[in-house]
């Protein structure tokens, strides 16, 4: 068999699975399961500035925690 019917082929087949997978999932599914996790996944207020304009306090950092290497403390001791 040549490849490009392979791949038309196995590509029809994904797209069938995932029919079907949607299809049970719709069937399955309880609608207040989807509202609830919908509105668990929203944030309780924006995380943006209100101003596009505006530049974000500087006292604030929103970065992401480093973990610090084995044997170093949190502080500098000289």
């Not at 989807?34 to 944030?43: I, K, Q, S």
């Not at 209100?50 to 929103?62: L, R, T, V």
């Not at 084995?70 to 000289?78: L, S, W």
């Amino acid at each position: 068999m040549r490849p490009p019917v392979k791949l038309a082929l196995y590509l029809a087949g994904l797209v069938v699975v995932f029919a079907c997978s949607y299809a049970v999932a719709a069937a399955v599914v309880p609608q207040g399961a989807v509202r609830d996790w919908m509105d668990e996944d929203a944030p309780a207020h924006p995380s943006g500035p209100a101003d596009p304009g505006a530049e974000p306090d500087g006292d604030q950092d929103h970065s992401p925690a480093r973990p610090h290497p084995a044997g170093e403390d949190d502080h500098d001791e000289h």
